[in-house]
């Protein structure tokens, strides 16, 4: 595989397009869910649970009822028929253990924010103000907040169910004929090499997407047409009309306008289904905004797992084993893909190294807290901070250059296509010369100058350097492997193009943007396959009238899938155009050539504008006998692969020994996406990425009381930071196409969040070596770290240096959860 | 988020506020004055307070601006914080109000906050008190229309959320004794930059030929009202402006302090940085 120079812009792929998109957005003429105002709407607000845990002894509504605006006031009970239920797309074994999930809540409350009544008035302000006369009566029960804790199966969180295990999953090399016995491996290493052992924490993380969940449904006659604040409008219908009878035929989901997303939309709520059960009982359009708490406490969340990871390496930093034990924490219902989340860490905790057995062992479990599911890189992030952070603890054991241990342990660039322990086989990638680059724009060799610096004249603001590598399997997914996976869907997507009459196309994606920019990318593919200019293409989307096929978008999906989709359609629309040009210009289809719009005949300079073959299509008036007239083609693409994108990122922080802040100082990072299409927007999804992922190092976390209280309910306490926290970022590019779709390129949506976390808690872990320290748990604040180095300071460092494979003690940080600050997490 | 309704008056002048107040208060109707809004409007969008009416002092012009008196600096009331920042005299003559305001929030909420409706408040975390505090001012508080008193700094912050200014009363200058020619920094130690004070210290100093003359000391978020650092102040005088002596001085900001636990951190951390900030504090308003 070699590296290609980013190709200057032949025409439209690989141009800097500033969106078409934003104008429009940016000058208020967006329209989102909660924007739109049907004739005779009415409004729902949601009677919430306060308690984590309880049983509902009686509901009276009388009084609300009676308030003014209020048209009805249903419980669960009253609802009980048409309510459909939330459904768990990707049971992660056949034996899981799944409590039923219903919209509103009947008997019994898991969480603190379940639905337990709805009220409808003429005015959201009339709904809102009848919601606290709505009086419910619940008996408390004892709540189960920590993973490890429901483990126990001491207090059950559903005491119906027996247990608060949900699943059990394996991944076992030596099994499955992918490399060799972990066990073995990690005996090997205990006697003649390096063991590490360490145990992480994944906080749970709350998607901030800026719009707040919204849905209206409208019932005309025994049509429902549904608009949602969605990631996954396909998704939503088909999920409406398996749970909620209503034939799919009849049902229309609209995402308009959607205010960004980050997983956190691509669930089927509680909302939508209640909103819909109401509209169609009453017979009127109905609408349910969130109100931003709302979102904070039943939106659903992220990450949140105990990570138990075993290292075995030779004595000169060979990996030889690895063994990763989860504990992936499901909150109080499994989410429509919440079990397999943790799950598709088993792919990806190996990274982008060649480890000879490996074993990934995951538990999900049940607690009574709002449920878990994707949020920005769902399970791969998780894996490539696990990897990530042990990396640099072998480095350290070791007593080498952290980069040097990966280099050591990769891929190299001769090896591709390449084969994991996990069973993969990665396309293409070029991890040396990201590396390689990565080093330069960061400086690296200057800033461990300084680093050393610092540590010899005992600076209080001390520098660390964190690395992070970090490949991830995305363009989801080629659905034979999510079919041997137990999910419940595809994974192709659907495109059609449309030739007009007047030269203009219009482009029909079954993916469902929400802030990336694909309408401006998508035209800019089309404009080239085609041979049209770029503001000649319309990209349709996010209503099922309109784009009735789709898999819609999450899991760096769209482009390198329904951008392949696309490409295909169009490919199809020059073929038939092809027959036309060549009848209309009197030639053998055989010697048609396409290109730059025109189709020429071989050797002449005879021709016709693809415009030309449009308008002759459009009139019917001389197509050649058995020919439809029409240019327009549709294409189903199934991927046979995912796409893995790749990156070196480099991190220096320095911090503040004296305070615990730790502050950025620099971050270069080169990213392999394939081939770019639009490198402005594969920019904006590196920095936004880049600033999520940091997110989770330094900001966000929520923490729950005793009680199972969200403290961090609001952007108060829960410190989601703004373009003032974040530096300039140094980014970069290398290009190794990919294989597996005709563009050669590969998913970048989640790449900067994926990478960054380790790279900023590897680099305050390494400010700290010295001291003994091993280890931060996120999200590392100030007081963290300083908690960290008082303890550090009462230890010797001699003697912790020598024991620096600490084997789960308590007293380590991280290890013991009771030890942390902050609460139940 | 939809605050219950409320009834809503726009009075224009003191007198007339004050009156509305009064009436209200012997009809024992509930009323909550409007400054910024931007504390009080959360509350309300929150429900955790349904006032049955909110007087809006935004249309009083008695409330609005900044003048000399003398050698004080009058601030009415309702002066948002922008324009504090944007105020030379209070950069000249009380430099440590321009450094602590200039740290509030993000520009939109210091367009619509007040110097005043943060006094009242008077949240622990906020940013003004221990300025305020520390440059000695005095807050004038009308009592009925043509009643006024003024209260020391000292003896306005009574405990978390509740000052010297009664239910029906209003609160409307703030009067800073001139600190010309002092070195000033306010020294605020947040996790993300739109956040309340973890702890902050606000530090004025007099230097005179590379040593403290006299020096003055407020505590951000170190107990439930902003505190004064007496003990660091009283060791501060006579020393010269290094390291060395201040982080002497600088040792005690903690004691007598009862900082918040939070999510945020212990109070033993919080003792902690205020030692740490008070000789950061200091030594940059010394200009060391
Ligand atoms: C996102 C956000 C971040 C913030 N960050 C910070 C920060 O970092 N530091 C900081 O210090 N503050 C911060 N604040 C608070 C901000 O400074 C508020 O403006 C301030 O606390 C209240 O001022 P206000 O004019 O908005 O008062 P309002 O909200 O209108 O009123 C506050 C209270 O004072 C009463 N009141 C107001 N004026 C008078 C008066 N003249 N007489 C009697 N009673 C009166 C009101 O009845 C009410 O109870 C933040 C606010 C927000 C929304």
Redesign the interface.
């Known amino acids: 595989m070699t590296i290609t120079e980013n190709q200057a812009p032949a025409h439209e792929i690989g141009r800097a397009r500033r969106r078409k998109e934003d104008a429009r957005l940016i000058t208020g003429r967006s329209r989102y869910t909660d924007s739109i105002t049907l004739p005779g709407m009415l409004h729902l607000a949601m009677v919430r649970s306060p308690f984590a845990h309880a049983t509902i002894r009686s509901i009276s509504t009388e009084a609300a009822k009676a308030a003014p605006g209020v048209v009805s006031v249903v419980t669960g009970a009253d609802i009980a028929d048409i309510q459909g239920v939330n459904i768990n797309a990707w049971p992660i074994t056949t034996d899981q253990v799944t409590p039923t999930h219903l919209p509103v809540a009947i008997e019994h409350v898991a969480f603190a924010g379940e639905i337990v009544a709805v009220v409808v008035a003429r005015s959201?302000?009339e709904a809102?103000?009848a919601v606290?006369l709505v009086d419910v009566d619940y008996d408390e029960l004892p709540v189960v907040l920590d993973a490890r804790e429901a483990l126990k199966d001491e207090v059950l969180a559903h005491p119906d169910l027996g247990t608060n295990k949900s699943a059990f999953w394996q991944l076992d090399s030596a099994a499955q004929g992918s490399g060799g016995d972990v066990d073995e491996a990690i005996e090997k290493a205990r006697t003649d090499g390096i063991l590490i052992e360490r145990e992480y924490r994944q906080q749970r993380l709350v998607p901030g997407f800026m719009e707040p969940r919204s849905v209206v449904v409208d019932p005309t006659g025994d049509q429902l047409t549904v608009w949602s604040a969605t990631q996954v409008p396909h998704i939503l219908r088909f999920a409406i009309a398996a749970t909620m009878g209503i034939p799919e035929s009849k049902l229309r989901v609209i995402a308009p306008d959607v205010g960004g997303g980050f997983g956190g939309k691509l669930q089927t709520t509680p909302e939508e289904f209640a909103t819909i059960a109401l509209a169609r009982r009453l017979g009127k359009p109905c609408k349910f905004t969130e109100?931003?708490?709302e979102a904070f406490v039943t939106g659903h969340h992220g990450r949140d797992q105990y990570q138990k990871l075993t290292m075995a390496a030779t004595t000169d930093g060979m990996i030889t084993g690895f063994k990763v034990e989860l504990i992936a924490d499901l909150g109080a219902y499994v989410a429509i893909v919440g079990g397999g989340v943790p799950v598709l860490g088993a792919w990806m905790f190996n990274g982008i190294y060649k480890i000879p057995a490996y074993q990934f062992n995951c538990t999900t479990v049940l607690t009574n807290k709002p449920w878990v599911d994707a949020y920005r890189g769902a399970g791969r992030p998780e894996a490539a901070f696990g990897i990530e952070r042990m990396m640099d603890e072998l480095a350290g054991e070791v007593g080498a250059d952290p980069l040097e241990i990966r280099e050591k342990n990769w891929i190299k660039h001769e090896e591709f296509p390449f084969t994991t322990v996990s069973g993969m086989t990665y396309d293409s990638g070029n991890y040396e010369a990201a590396t390689a680059r990565a080093k330069e724009l960061f400086d690296y060799d200057g800033l461990r100058r300084e680093q050393a610096e610092r540590r010899e004249r005992n600076d209080p603001v001390q520098l660390g350097i964190g690395v992070s590598t970090f490949t991830e399997m995305c363009g989801l997914a080629p659905s034979r492997i999510l079919g041997s996976l137990n999910y419940g869907a595809g994974g192709w997507e659907h495109a059609s193009v449309r030739m007009l009459a007047t030269g203009t196309v219009e482009v029909v994606t079954g993916i469902s943007p929400h802030g990336q920019g694909h309408v401006t990318g998508f035209s800019q593919i089309v404009a080239d396959r085609l041979g049209v200019p770029f503001e000649d293409v319309e990209i349709l989307h996010g209503d099922t009238a309109i784009a009735p096929k789709g898999m819609d978008t999450y899991g760096s999906r769209s482009l390198v899938v329904g951008g392949e989709a696309v490409v295909r359609a169009a490919d199809k629309v020059i073929e038939k155009a092809k027959v036309i040009a060549a009848h209309l210009l009197e030639a053998s289809a055989d010697d048609i050539e396409f290109s730059g719009g025109r189709f020429g005949v071989k050797g002449t300079d005879k021709g016709l504008g693809i415009a030309e073959i449009a308008a002759a299509t459009f009139t019917g008036h001389n197509l050649p006998d058995g020919i439809e007239p029409s240019l327009d083609a549709d294409a189903t693409f199934d991927p046979v692969n995912f796409s893995f994108p790749h990156g070196t990122h480099l991190c220096a922080m320095e911090v503040d020994t004296?305070?615990g802040?730790a502050t950025m100082r620099k971050y270069a990072c080169v990213d392999d996406v394939g081939v770019i299409i639009n490198p402005l927007l594969v920019e904006g999804q590196v920095h936004g990425g880049l600033v999520q992922g940091i997110a989770q190092a330094?900001?966000e976390g929520a923490?729950y009381d005793e009680n199972g209280t969200l403290?961090?309910g609001s952007f108060?306490?829960y410190?989601?930071?703004?373009a003032?926290?974040t530096i300039s970022f140094i980014t970069d590019t290398t290009v190794s196409p990919s294989t597996t779709n005709s563009l050669g390129t590969k998913g970048v949506g989640e790449a900067g969040t994926i990478a960054s976390t380790p790279a900023v808690v590897n680099a305050i872990v390494d400010a700290l070596r010295p001291m003994g320290i091993h280890d931060i748990e996120m999200p590392c604040?100030?007081?963290r770290v300083?908690?960290a180095i008082q303890g550090a300071s009462s230890r010797s460092v001699d003697e912790t240096q020598r024991d620096a494979a600490p084997h789960f003690e308590a007293d380590q940080p991280n290890q013991d959860p009771s030890a942390t600050?902050?609460?139940a997490k | 988020?939809?605050p219950?309704?409320f009834d809503y008056l726009a009075p224009t002048s003191l007198t007339d506020a004050l009156a509305a107040l009064a009436e209200l208060a012997e009809h024992g109707d509930d009323a909550k004055v409007l400054a910024g809004g931007q504390s009080l409007l959360p509350i309300l969008r929150?429900?955790l307070n349904a006032p049955g009416v909110v007087i809006d002092l935004g249309k009083i012009p008695e409330l609005q601006g900044i003048s000399a008196d003398g050698d004080t600096i009058v601030i009415g009331a309702m002066t948002p914080y922008a324009a504090v920042l944007a105020s030379e005299a209070v950069s000249t003559h009380a430099a440590l109000l321009s450094k602590a305001v200039a740290t509030v929030a993000?520009p939109q909420i210091r367009h619509r906050g007040t110097v005043g409706g943060a006094l009242v408040h008077a949240d622990p975390a906020g940013d003004v008190g221990a300025p305020v505090l520390a440059l000695d001012a005095e807050l004038v508080i009308a009592e009925q229309a043509g009643t006024t008193r003024t209260v020391a700094a000292a003896d306005f912050f009574e405990d978390l959320f509740t000052t010297a200014v009664g239910e029906d009363e209003l609160l409307t200058q703030i009067r800073i004794p001139k600190h010309t020619g002092w070195g000033a920094h306010y020294e605020k130690?947040v996790?993300?930059?739109?956040?309340?004070s973890?702890v902050a210290v606000a530090a004025t100093v007099r230097a005179e030929g590379g040593s403290i003359a006299e020096a003055r000391v407020g505590l951000t978020n170190m107990g439930s009202t902003p505190l004064r650092a007496n003990a660091v102040e009283q060791a501060l005088v006579g020393q010269p402006a290094t390291e060395e002596a201040v982080r002497a001085a600088c040792a005690q900001a903690a004691d007598g302090t009862n900082p918040p636990s939070d999510?945020?951190?212990?109070a033993d951390?919080r003792k902690?940085?205020a030692t740490?900030?008070t000789r950061r504090a200091v030594l940059a308003a010394a200009g060391a």
């Open positions: 959201e302000a809102r103000d606290e109100t931003r708490s004296e305070t802040a330094l900001w923490v403290v961090t108060v306490d410190t989601l930071p703004s003032a926290d604040t100030p007081e300083w908690r600050t902050g609460g | 988020m939809i219950a309704s929150m429900r993000d130690f996790r993300v930059s739109h956040q309340w973890i999510l945020n951190g212990g951390y902690h940085l740490v900030l």
